[in-house]
Structures are given as structure tokens and as C-alpha cells.
């Protein structure tokens, strides 16, 4: 998609503070940490949300949780994955991502 931010990030046209990247899904430090640890783990492909998984594209889905268990090791305290999925839950930019977050201990409340 030529207008979505992180599709430019994954061309070039943006740039990012890359932490991992293969053929299939790039992970880049999110530009407004809300922990010592915020990680965006991404398909490169498009896909708007959770939403829009489906038995087509949930291979790389799949993978993008193999990367966030191998960033995860990093983080021996623990880590939360959260896909803000739709504007009630505050999707800001729609192309699916997992943020990562941890570095220290996390909130309890899930919302
Ligand atoms: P969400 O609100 O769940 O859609 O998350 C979108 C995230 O993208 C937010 O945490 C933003 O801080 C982050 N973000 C927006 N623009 C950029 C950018 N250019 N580079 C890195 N992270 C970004
Ligand atoms: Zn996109």
C-alpha cells in the first residue's frame, strides 16, 4: 500500500532504528517508547490488523511470533505482545504490528 507509514518503513522511504529484519518481517524500535523496551514486530507484506489474518497470511503472522520469542530472550523479566487492533483499541497506523514492551515491570491493567 503506497500511503501506509509502515509499508514506507519497510521500502526505505522511512527510516528506522532496525533491531531485526529477514525476508519476510522487519522489527524497528517504536519512536514513542512506552517502556525502556518498545519493539514493533511487522509483516512486511500488508495486512491492515489482527483483523485481517486469514488462513492465506497467517504463515507470516506465525513467523512474526518466532521473532518476537527470539527478541524476547533479551528480556529475562518478561515482555508483554499487544496488536492494537481497530480505533476503539487505539490502531493508530494501520498495517498489522506486535508491539513488544518490557524493560521493567508492566501495568497489570489489559485495558
Ligand atoms: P498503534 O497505535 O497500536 O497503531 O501503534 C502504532 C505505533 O507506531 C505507535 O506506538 C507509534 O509510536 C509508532 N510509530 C508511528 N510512527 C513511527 C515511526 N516512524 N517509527 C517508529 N514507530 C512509529
Ligand atoms: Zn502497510
Do not use: W
Not at 524497528?28 to 514486530?41: E, S, Y
Request: aromatic content about 6%; some cysteine.
Amino acid at each position: 500500500m503506497s500511503d501506509c507509514l509502515f509499508c514506507k518503513i519497510v521500502s526505505g522511504d522511512i527510516p528506522s532504528q532496525k533491531v531485526y529484519e529477514d525476508e519476510t518481517v522487519l522489527a524497528f524500535r517504536d519512536i514513542n517508547p512506552q517502556a525502556p523496551v518498545h519493539i514493533l514486530v511487522i509483516p512486511k507484506t500488508h495486512i491492515d490488523s489482527a483483523a485481517a489474518i486469514t488462513a492465506q497470511n497467517s504463515g507470516v503472522v506465525a513467523h512474526c511470533f518466532e521473532v518476537i520469542a527470539q527478541l524476547g530472550k533479551d528480556l529475562a523479566g518478561g515482555f508483554r505482545v499487544v496488536s492494537n487492533c481497530g480505533p476503539d483499541a487505539g490502531q493508530t497506523v494501520p498495517h498489522l504490528h506486535f508491539h513488544i514492551l518490557g524493560g521493567r515491570p508492566l501495568a497489570m491493567e489489559m485495558a
